[in-house]
Nanobody, 115 residues
């Protein structure tokens, strides 16, 4: 299994970013996927999740209405569209695959929201 995140960067408050996670090594269309984030000094937290076919999504209360998770099963990629970004969204964002008793993680991509 390999998960490779991209799309992070520095953005001003109110701005937008689109993260991507390219997946390989497993049957992508068979599994739900998740985005997590971890800010300095804080625990890793679940941001958004999407079902295997993309028909069901869930979000942390802190990002509802601002973030959108989606997936492209033809290209084995999951996305996180982040709008109206706030300084408190600053964190390393990780793509996650969970199979029974095993969590797989990407290397993470840094998102910094600052003026």
């Amino acid at each position: 299994v390999q998960l490779v995140e991209s799309g992070g960067g520095l953005v001003q408050p109110g701005g937008s970013l689109r993260l991507a996670c390219a997946a390989s090594g497993f049957t992508f269309s068979s599994y739900g996927m998740r985005w997590y984030r971890q800010a300095p000094g804080k625990e890793r937290e679940l941001v958004a999740a999407i079902s295997s076919a993309g028909g069901s999504t869930n979000y942390a209360d802190s990002v509802k209405g601002r973030f959108t998770i989606s997936r492209d099963n033809a290209n084995n990629t999951v996305y996180l569209q982040m709008n109206s970004l706030k300084p408190e969204d600053t964190a390393v964002y990780y793509c996650n695959l969970r199979v029974p008793s095993i969590d797989y993680w990407g290397q993470g991509t840094q998102v910094t929201v600052s003026s």
